[in-house]
């Protein structure tokens, strides 16, 4: 049995907490040694509940000799910066979605890992949901056909804090998902134009502020297919991930919310619950992307899920914000460039 | 017990073959008692079948006097004169969607109906499915509250002749059904934008005479709300309808496309089978919109759907063909001005 | 078009007055022409509503010329009877189940009904079905392979008057329905032996006094089969009727509540409304069976469910009763004697 | 962060192999650092896998100081007389079920663990699936209200040598897993009695040998509750586990076989793979089996399914074979006993 991979994790927010949570209990192949936060209080009582070293400093954990991986889990403005420290120290890199902001800077990331041999994979955690890999299965063995019309929609518990979210936000850091699902499933196409709409219908008294907290996205693909992506901040019901693709064969569905198999029959009808929260509908997937990593990290192989294809999906979602701010439909920059 | 309510059906082809067929079978409170066509034999067989008289000329059904109801099943082209023509001889009108191709002809048949005093249906099935009946009360009653994303989409089981197809087929026939149904589901809200796509990618080789057999709008409200509406002229797994509704307070959907209850499980895993013709899947609500006429005809009061939804979803589909022409969002025009 | 057949109900009770609904609303091929209580106000009551003759007795409207087919649905104990005399006046006859409540009765009735030639169709609705039809017609495919575990059960919306019920309702009245099922998805195959157990426990206050509202049966086939029946008087959410054929090939299952496509999404989950009534879970097999009888009625054949097989679940019926007196085993007579 | 609880395997048979397995991927506070089994390449080989010390003999690795628990998976003839020796070595003892074939063995085996002080867990593996779990919350927070009928099965996916199965097996091996889940889902009520009939209908040809592989059996409850639990040994389409509980204010039920949340709709019908193996279908709940027995043994206290309840479902067991033997009812020993 191999010695799991040593992980050091930058950012002690939310999805750092949860990463380190899910690598604890879910991932034997890896273990956490360090966490990084600029907030040494927030590094310490991470690093404490895992037993591993703290830092305030990312590039100083990046620098230990002990981090053969760099989980990247900070501000998504500093995420590039992060990727190519990691990249030029020589270690393998994990990077939260979204990888950079912009196309220049998922260029200098993209140039930086490739020049220093490292793995670069990014936290497009559908791709690892067993529903979502079933769906993929389907489609690129043909069993739907060519691809016509997809389907791609999150939606979010709830949104606490409106006034503090950043523009594009649910473009940039939302609907990326969707985007990456949307291309993902329809291998060999390419997007090339978006109509995109977006409101603030969940929090309409910081619409002014410039709050965005619905979206819907049609892409064009060079193949023909259209696609729709949907974003929601708040979902009563919980956190909604599904996505269907059709095409001349036929459809395939994933995604159903299901909290378990367990179903309630009483005088009000049938009931069951749904899906509370990312980590709970996506537990597996979040696992599976670290089972992923510290096996490409062992095998000296690319990983399934790369920073190109985090490039993609941002060349959608520019196109999208474009969109909305001209109020017609955008063409998609070159996405393809450094693939 | 009432007597059955006497209907005279205009148009012996498909759908007029499928209406004379549930009204036999189904409809206890009505009785076929005449069938017009311009091609006699077709006019012959189907009222032979049904024991009723059989006209080559609609205008002479009309003036029939045993006639109490007409049933347009005609061509599109002729659904306004038709309505015209019946709603001048005092008779109920049942009309086949699309009532007209214009605005205008739309006008025209709505005050004539007014000013004869007459019902005048028309044949949005959507409205009488259990399922979307349904998840029209959870809307209505408040379930999902602010109504903020929806979905509604339509796939046929296929394209018999794909060179036949009239121009702008899938926004007049076929979407206009979703725009009914977006519009009744989002209750006190109207349309005011749409943007378009389509495509041919089911008989690609058929694009270049104008066919599109594959399209995806969105629509925007005056109340924010977005709603996607998808159409496909070829579904592999038979007759495809369902409705999704998201709201502030949860979301409710409509549409499973199971043929029965029955489930089987052998060696390739679960199955069951798929409905695969508007009958099959429809069959209930072609029912009911018959049951809701004859209903309406016997107590003289307007029924659940009328002339003036049937131009208001007009309204959009045009809109979409401008949309589609122009390659930007296009407004919808006043849709509401004679309601 | 064939003119109706004209039918004359015995019986203006619950389901009496519930065939009459659907014999109105959904089957033109029959038409309610006479309705017989000896109750006169009941009978009146319910053949005005339908624009029937009344009558007082039942074998004044067996002799009713105008009457081509009786409809039994009296009291339990007066079916055999009635049987005997419809067919005697050489009536075809629909009798709800069961048929009779002595294996001997039901030799009479099975007897008159083939001296006279007539038509004897029995009610055991399950038969008509869409999702029972199915896993019918799967099973009788070879799609499950050689039948060895079976399960039918049937769970009432509730229990109005305990002390009211007939000793053995249970099994004469309720299971019945199952047996039939059970028998009719095991083709080819004898049951050799039940073991049943039953209880009051919806109402134990009653027990004292005989009622049993809760059953569990198993069925032994000379096939080897094992089949379990399960009923309960009263199920919180509804009317409850499912079944399941697991064979070498396979499983099939039949039933699943849901009283439309509907689904909602609440912050409480997602749940969706059950059937609460024969009539609704059951309504399309209500209307399904009479059109058959209709059928055999114009065709001159027999229908798909016959006097033969309501002597075939009775015997299994009586079986049961043997077994909870004696509580032990019980081998089932001579079922097929008469087929 | 703790270090992991280090633990000793007894057995490298298929369900040893898979324990070791879900231990090493799933369960990072459990490290397994012994194996043992009596044919030294088989311990050798897995040993080999996960970096563990072999041994052959099953009390040398009780004794290895290294080890803190013991996961017992040898032979169940072997399971009373392991629990008995690693008790009073101090050890902690994780008994795959059956935990002994008579109750006398039970006794030893609960009294030597309760001897010593040490935890007595039993794999009983439905009890940590999320959605039994789920069913277990709905009863105990009373949704279903008095429990009156329930339902437990088993089908496993194949029997891969038909001749080589010890008698007894599919109530001693297989049904006790769903006597132990109807036992759990009735919190406070005591089985009295059950009927049991056997056959073997998967391979007849070994039925003169002894072989049973389908059985049904229905056990009635001092509070009055029926239970039906179902096995088969070979269900085509993969490995089947449902449970189901009816009460007095609803039902809930647990297991849906299905492999992911993909659905695919192909000119077939719809389709998806259900689960085809035990760790696939009840991966979730062998991890958090272990996860369960590391944190009682961390926090010293006793598990949430103990030897007790090994020895409660084995009485129902024995009383199966002696319902098959008599051909008739059969009383359930004290189960309660030591309880």
């Not at 040694?33 to 591993?52: C, K, T």
């Not at 089972?291 to 959608?316: H, I, K, W, Y």
Request: glycine share 10%; with cysteine.
């Amino acid at each position: 049995m191999d010695e799991p991979v040593s992980l050091g994790l930058i950012g002690a927010g939310r999805i750092g907490t949860s990463h380190a949570r899910v690598i604890a209990q879910d991932v034997p192949s890896a273990r956490l040694v360090a966490v990084a936060d600029p907030r040494p209080a927030a590094a310490e009582a991470l690093a404490h509940r895992h037993g591993a070293r703290a830092f305030s400093d990312g590039l100083a954990l990046i620098d230990d000799p002990a981090v053969q991986g760099v989980v990247i889990a900070a501000s998504s403005d500093a995420h590039a910066d992060l990727v190519v420290a990691a990249a030029r120290a020589g270690k393998a890199v994990f990077c939260e979605k979204p990888m950079s902001l912009t196309l220049g800077d998922a260029d200098r990331a993209l140039a930086a890992a490739e020049e220093a041999g490292v793995i670069l994979q990014v936290g497009f955690n559908r791709r690892f949901d067993p529903g979502f890999r079933a769906a993929h299965d389907a489609v690129t063995s043909g069993a739907v056909g060519t691809v016509q019309l997809m389907r791609s929609l999150t939606r979010d518990p709830g949104l606490a804090n409106p006034g503090a979210v950043p523009p594009w936000t649910i473009f940039l850091q939302t609907l990326i998902h969707d985007f990456d699902t949307l291309l993902w499933l329809n291998p060999g196409a390419e997007p090339v134009e978006v109509y995109a709409t977006a409101d603030a219908l969940v929090a309409p008294e910081f619409k002014e502020q410039g709050l965005l907290d619905t979206a819907v996205v049609v892409i064009t693909f060079d193949n023909g297919a259209r696609a729709v992506a949907e974003a929601s901040f708040s979902a009563a019901y919980g956190y909604d991930v599904r996505g269907e693709v059709f095409g001349s064969r036929g459809m395939v569905t994933a995604g159903d919310g299901a909290r378990s198999s367990m179903r309630l029959y009483t005088s009000g009808g049938l009931s069951h619950d749904t899906a509370r929260g990312d980590v709970e509908l996506l537990g597996q997937a979040y696992a599976a992307e670290f089972v992923e990593f510290t096996a490409a990290v062992r095998e000296g192989r690319a990983p399934s899920v790369t920073g190109a294809d985090a490039r993609r999906a941002l060349a959608v979602a520019l196109a999208c914000i474009e969109s909305v701010q001209t109020h017609r439909p955008a063409p998609v920059a070159e996405a393809g460039v450094l693939r």
